[in-house]
């Protein structure tokens, strides 16, 4: 977690036909090759930690450096981690998306017809539709509203609320309730009252701590709960962020597929809640690792992962995701928090948990030639200080950005690259997880308990 203006640490136009990019740390030494025909390449350093966990160890971890935009190519991507991920989606020539019949062999077909509108409003699309419509509050029960936040990925539902609606369709709950919320539901031009559903799947983005000192300090107990370490091999190397009891989102490069070490569940352990690496609790295994099918290590697009734990998180409070549509605009104060590095080339990373304030940054600016000239795509989200000093760092990525909304907060982004650590017009780069939330949750209810 970076709080000041730091040396550059990118490589343009080396003279050598090969570049080895090292820390400065020559105990820690993180090498990244570069071939002769990718010369002349700004070098953009993602936040995966390299060093060797708190109190400098001699372990390395290797850095992943992209070269953005001309960088190395991986080739494609190998994301199977568990005999059900090997497994090649398959569907049925004549399947039918969100009839509530899983007609393909990992329920792609069934997994993107929920979603959240504002003040939580329960939205449902069925094949009949084709369209996102209100449900009806009339007949949707405690019990309907549990077996929709377990589709959903969840144990069970927080809160049901009711909602005035202007909408002109519903949809109503039917008298055979199936597994899926669209299975249950059937098209209505009317609806009691304009009464339609408001459902919150967890109570999530108060924590009991709210003291605020701005700017790069050490966190309190309890003031940033979903905060998780992710342990690789007994050493923090990413951060994460609790979103439901059996999920933890963090970023696709903390799991490189060129070292298949990263990508065994067995290797890491997730620990949450907790402001100090010197006093961890007990871990959770990681049952799964979900890496995103269309991440490109070279650009960091789509840079986000989900981890199914093997055992739900209970006790401590998640954050929140986005509802659909919702939007933080820039300028806004939001906070980035991590076990990274205090400043740029450390040789390990902060014992205690930091945070810092940053203003999100708007697309356009973050694209202008003075700063990332173009490579900020839409699923990416800048945020810090054009004049520099207050970023995050190695060892933060994966982390949260959380923006605050109605006495919430809520996970706008997750810690992914940047050019340095707190430098001049070089913010740092997060995944905009509004752009991704689609993704998010039909995965989470792929993988639901």
């Avoid at 696709?252 to 990508?263: I, R």
């Avoid at 948990?353 to 973050?366: K, N, Q």
């Amino acid at each position: 977690m970076s709080t000041f203006i730091s040396e550059s640490s990118g490589i343009v136009g080396h003279p050598n036909p090969t570049i080895l990019h090292t820390s400065a740390n020559t105990t820690n030494t993180c090498t990244v090759f570069i071939p002769p025909q990718r010369r002349q390449v700004l070098l953009y350093r993602s936040k995966r930690s390299c060093y060797g966990g708190s109190g400098g160890s001699a372990f390395v971890v290797v850095l992943l450096v992209i070269a953005v935009g001309l960088g190395v190519h991986y080739g494609p991507s190998l994301w199977a981690l568990s005999d059900k991920d090997m497994q090649i989606e398959t569907c049925s020539p004549s399947s039918v998306n969100c009839d509530g019949k899983r007609d393909c062999s990992q329920g792609s077909d069934e997994a993107r017809c929920v979603r959240f509108g504002t003040a939580n409003e329960l939205l449902v699309m069925t094949s009949k539709a084709g369209s996102f419509l209100p449900v009806c509050a009339q007949g949707f029960s405690k019990d309907t509203a549990d077996q929709t936040c377990q589709q959903l990925g969840f144990r069970q539902s927080y809160a049901k609320g009711v909602l005035q609606s202007n909408s002109s369709s519903f949809q109503s709950v039917n008298s055979l309730f199936s597994n899926t919320i669209q299975g249950s539901v059937e098209i209505s031009s009317s609806c009691p009252h304009q009464q339609t559903v408001s459902l919150s799947c967890c109570d999530c983005g108060r924590p009991p701590v709210s003291t605020r000192i701005i700017g790069g300090t050490v966190a309190v107990d309890g003031q940033w709960p979903w905060q998780a370490s992710l342990h690789f091999r007994g050493y923090h190397t990413c951060g994460g962020t609790l979103v439901a009891p059996d999920f933890i989102i963090t970023a696709a490069h903390c799991f490189p597929q060129e070292t298949s070490d990263y990508l065994l569940p067995s290797n890491w352990k997730v620990y949450i809640g907790m402001v100090s690496q010197l006093k961890l609790p007990s871990p959770y295994n990681v049952k799964q690792i979900i890496v995103h099918e269309n991440y490109d290590p070279e650009t960091k697009n789509n840079d986000i992962a989900l981890l199914k734990l093997n055992r739900p998180v209970s006790s401590i409070q998640s954050a929140c995701l986005p509802v659909f549509g919702q939007t933080f605009f820039p300028g806004s104060q939001c906070w980035t928090t991590g076990f990274g590095v205090t400043k740029e080339g450390g040789d390990s990373g902060s014992t205690y948990l930091m945070e810092v304030a940053v203003d999100l940054i708007d697309l356009a600016e973050c694209n202008k030639p003075t700063v990332y000239s173009g490579l900020i795509t839409e699923t990416m989200q800048c945020a810090g200080d054009l004049r520099g000093g207050k970023d995050s760092c190695q060892g933060d990525s994966g982390g949260p950005l959380v923006c605050k909304a109605d006495n919430r907060w809520y996970l706008t982004g997750v810690t992914s690259w940047g050019d340095g650590c707190g430098k001049k017009n070089r913010p740092g780069v997060y995944s905009n997880v509004g752009r991704l939330l689609t993704w998010i949750q039909s995965k989470m209810q792929q993988e639901r308990p």
